[in-house]
């Protein structure tokens, strides 16, 4: 798989003029706050044996209030090397060659208090995470190609992200958002981290 086109600043600017919305369900992840449960328009794309993703603020200590909205969604990464990711067909596909600007806003909380899956203790799952944005043919969790991917995020307050994703495999049918571990962490030290991730949207760059 070739590296991804990566294109990830705060506060990066782009001419907004001409671009086409790409609509998404549910972008700003509003559901009823609860634990282990995609917000509604996403489904699970994490591991079987391992809870899924959960709607914010409230859980596990997380206090941030929302960008957007009312709710946002979390992601962790685990210190059994099992991340947490979610996933959606897309109106309209990623269409290959072609340029997208998907924007968002991310923010780490600085408590996540659950339990260790390697240890069985109670743990702090605050170390930072990158969102990683998968495209996919066959299936809603289908991680085809790697699209982008953000940097570490450590900032405990909502920030601006940019990622300019240009397929180059394939058309793309699905969406998926997953939290990954620093890439330059080896699997034997994965650990324990989070991801809050809320006013997603996705727009075609014209040339």
């Known amino acids: 798989m070739r590296s991804p086109t990566i294109v990830a600043l705060f506060a990066f600017s782009l001419s907004l003029q001409g671009q086409n919305t790409i609509r998404l369900q549910n972008p700003s992840f509003e559901d009823k706050i609860k634990c282990c449960d995609p917000p509604t ?112 995020i450590t900032a405990t307050r909502w920030l601006d992200y940019e990622l300019v994703l240009e397929p180059q495999e394939a058309d793309y049918t699905y969406l998926i958002l997953e939290a990954y571990y620093s890439t330059k962490t080896p699997k034997e030290l994965h650990y324990n981290g989070n991801l809050l991730v809320d006013n997603l949207s996705l727009q075609l760059l014209e040339n």
């Open 41 to 152: 328009g996403w489904y699970n794309c994490g591991p079987s044996d391992e809870s899924p993703t959960d709607i914010q603020p409230g859980m596990f200590k997380v206090t941030l209030p929302a960008f957007d909205g009312d709710t946002y969604l979390s992601m962790v990464v685990r210190d059994n090397s099992t991340v947490e990711a979610i996933g959606q067909r897309l109106p309209e596909p990623l269409q290959i060659g072609s340029q997208y600007l998907l924007r968002v806003q991310l923010a780490r909380s600085d408590i996540f208090l659950s339990l260790s899956r390697t240890s069985g203790d109670e743990a702090n799952y605050s170390t930072p995470v990158m969102l990683r944005v998968w495209g996919g043919s066959h299936s809603v969790c289908d991680k085809k190609e790697l699209l982008g991917q953000t940097p570490l």
